[in-house]
């Protein structure tokens, strides 16, 4: 007889690789899919955060100049920013200037920030009801926007924030 011996050689076998290779597979595309949505939220989280700290800014404006917002008729923004001498200290304007102004300023600041298609920036006057969950004799900042990197205008697309003050 030969002397040859049967050697058991260890190894991996090919469909033993390719179904390994084919869960990675799954397992990077369920991490690619987490990534985009973890950016999508990031994103989101950014718009929310910068709804907030420009409504808080409106509101420090209201509370600095509050007579021309304490009247029903609530100053109104022009198409373009009236006054904008009263951006200066050696001009002064009247305080309904510089609310308009200020209102202004600020709808022009919130589309550039939160992009400009179908975002809001308004501010109305609390009297018994309103937007606003708020108290009689405030003014309630609202903002929206889309999220998401959607364009599309359905209310589950919209970020949305709301801040009452009273001047």
Known sequence: MSGFHKQHIAGFTLVEVLVSVVILAIGLLGLAGMQT????????????????????????????????????????PASTCPNTSCNSKTNLCTPAQMASFDYCGWKAKAFSLLGSSNTTAIIEWQRNTGSCPGNTGTVCIQMSWVTGNQTSSSSNNKGSFQLEVRP
Request: aromatic share 10%; proline share 8%.
């Open 37 to 76: 949505l973890s950016l999508k939220n990031n994103q989101d989280a950014f718009l929310y955060t910068q709804a907030t700290a420009l409504a808080y800014e409106m509101g420090d404006r209201i509370k600095v100049n509050p007579v021309p917002w304490q009247s029903s008729s609530l100053p109104t």
